[in-house]
């Protein structure tokens, strides 16, 4: 087959694309460097006959008719709304901090009064980022603010990014709301529903077409050269001039002449239990790290609709440092955004801008954050707009 479109990664990004692409009678060949399909969103059953999430709990909801659409074609779903609960001052309460945290961790006549003067100032079923609640006037309110701050989300950032207290910016930690409600849900999007037989077989259902070949265990810099200064893409040593769309990273694609995009990196460790281990899928532990030097656990099988009895998988979560060479940390998780990081990753889209043909895409390649439906939804936008859509 010649083709008319070389992918960089099987994951949503790349899976996306392809499909819509294929669709429209182009011919793609996607180069996935990992041994399946997937990306991050990658599962599979394991010998607990639990289906693993191998790179950490997903979760899908949205608000975005399109990706529905679009994913609804390779797959029916299945409601399932995530609840997580913190570990704080030795109860389990829950996260989002919502008025049955407050419940559950103060006296009744305390936790009565702060829900009324909570609901006196910002009235019921809000959410308030806690910068805001943080700066309210009445000093209650600012107190159990700096509470909810210190025990819900400072120690967690500080283990989360690896920071010292004083480096954490309550500017961008301030973001994270606090919920005047009874709404336990993580999530409050309309539709909050995962695939009924899992992301993997979502995608080999999304690439199974004529016009899409996958190979794997090929990294396709292995394949493909790139020259910003002359714009040109050589693959298999021949130039090539249909489109690459790379959903890898930019340091990768280009050497790493302009130094390593920073990154923060997860480590799982899985373990068998009996039985159930936890209430829910999900257990932050926003605990200084000398308590818990991990950030949550989660039970995967919480998370299926028909979950296994006997046995139960569970991940403990531990974030490190990012090193693309290291036996651990070596999956780029997390950006680390700041200024300096911003700055090296434009300088790298530049470059990249000068080779036409290459298009990069995802959350890699991008250098950004996007959920599962924000990246298939601009994944067809990218891809319909390669075909003059
Ligand atoms: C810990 C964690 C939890 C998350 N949980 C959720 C959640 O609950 N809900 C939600 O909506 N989103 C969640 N996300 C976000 C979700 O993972 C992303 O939206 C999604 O992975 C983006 O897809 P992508 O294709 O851009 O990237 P990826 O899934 O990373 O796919 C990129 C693929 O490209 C391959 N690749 C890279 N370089 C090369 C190369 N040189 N050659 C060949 N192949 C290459 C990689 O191996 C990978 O398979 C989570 C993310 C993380 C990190």
Redo the contacts with the bound molecule.
């Keep these: 087959m010649s083709y008319d479109v070389i992918i ?7 899976s996306t694309a392809a499909r819509v692409l294929a669709d429209a009678g182009k011919k793609v060949l996607i ?4 041994n399946h399909i997937g ?3 990658y599962d599979w059953m394991d010998e607990n006959d639990v289906l693993r999430h191998e ?7 949205t608000n975005s008719e399109k990706a529905i659409e679009f994913l609804s074609r390779f797959t029916d779903w299945y409601t399932y709304e995530h609840r997580v609960l913190g570990y704080i001052k030795g109860k389990l309460v829950p996260i989002p901090f919502n008025l049955t945290s407050i419940e559950k961790l103060f006296d009744e006549d305390k936790a009565e009064h702060l829900k009324q003067v909570l609901i006196a100032s910002y009235g019921a079923d809000h959410k308030i980022p806690i910068l805001e609640l943080r700066q309210n006037w009445d000093p209650e309110i600012r107190e159990l603010a700096d509470f909810i701050y210190e025990n819900v989300f400072q120690y967690y950032t500080m283990k989360q990014w690896g920071l010292q207290v004083e480096e954490i910016d309550p500017a961008v930690t301030g973001r994270v709301p606090v919920l005047i409600s009874y709404d336990d849900r993580y999530f409050q999007d309309s539709f909050q529903q995962m695939p009924s037989d899992g992301y993997t077989k979502l995608f080999e259902r999304m690439l199974d077409h004529e016009n899409i070949e996958v190979q794997l265990n ?4 292995d394949r493909m050269t790139v020259n910003p200064e002359e714009g040109t893409v050589y693959f298999d040593n021949e130039p090539f001039a249909g489109t690459v769309i790379y ?3 930019l340091d ?1 694609l280009l050497g790493y002449q302009l130094g390593d995009l920073p990154y923060r990196s ?1 480590d799982f460790d899985v373990e068998t239990k009996e039985g159930n281990f936890q209430p829910v899928a999900t257990v932050n532990y926003p605990t200084p790290a000398e308590t818990h030097p991990y950030t949550r656990i989660t039970e995967y099988k919480k998370f299926m609709k028909n979950p296994p009895i006997m046995k139960t998988t569970i991940a403990v979560e531990y974030p490190m440092a990012y090193d693309r060479q290291g036996e651990k940390g070596n999956v780029p ?2 950006p680390i955004f700041n200024e300096a990081s911003q700055k090296q990753y434009d300088a790298y889209a530049d470059l990249v801008r000068k080779i036409p043909n290459i298009v990069p895409l ?3 390649a991008e250098y950004k954050y ?4 924000a ?1 298939v939804e601009h994944a067809i936008d990218v891809a319909e707009g390669l075909l003059g859509k």
Excluded at 55 to 61: D, Q
Excluded at 370 to 373: R, V
Aim: aromatic share 16%; charged share 15%.
């Design positions: 960089a990664g099987a994951g949503f990004a790349g180069l996935e460097k990992r990306g991050n969103a790179y950490g709990p997903h979760i899908f909801h090929v990294d396709i810099m959903t890898g990273l990768h997860l998780y997390y995802g959350r890699l996007f959920n599962m439906d990246i």
